[in-house]
Nanobody, 120 residues
Framework: QVQLVESGGGLAQAGGSLRLSCAAS????????MGWFRQAPGKEREFVAA?????????RYADSVKGRFTISRDNAKNTVHLQMNSLKLEDTAVYYC????????????WGQGTQVTVSS
């Protein structure tokens, strides 16, 4: 059974940093794209970042986080990370890990989410 478990969420001040991790179990995702999404209260879930494998190390970011967030992966540990710097109030959301992209921003596996709250 495939599981994605996010960790590292919490409370941070605006301008601060948090590092999210997503540990995958049940199968290896070393050859698959993985990504992060988020959903703020009252809003739809939105794409944050993704790391692909067709071009090794290829990454994509939403414009709203470009230059502040960095996605990385550790294939040996079947883990993907999201380093979030210069946090803004509007980054407050539940962050979800996703694995094995199907098409566009559609992924086969999803985690349960971790809350990130940014305060002023």
């Amino acid at each position: 059974q495939v599981q994605l478990v996010e960790s590292g969420g919490g409370l941070a001040q605006a301008g601060g940093s948090l590092r999210l991790s997503c540990a995958a179990s049940g199968r290896s995702f070393s050859g698959k794209a993985m990504g992060w999404f988020r959903q703020a209260p009252g809003k739809e879930r939105e794409f944050v970042a993704a790391i692909d494998m067709w071009i090794v190390g290829s990454t994509r970011y939403a414009d709203s986080v470009k230059g502040r967030f960095t996605i990385s992966r550790d294939n040996a540990k079947n883990t993907v990370h999201l380093q979030m710097n210069s946090l803004k109030l509007e980054d407050t959301a539940v962050y979800y890990c996703a694995a094995e992209r199907i098409l566009g921003n559609s992924y086969k596996y999803w985690g349960q989410g971790t809350q990130v709250t940014v305060s002023s």
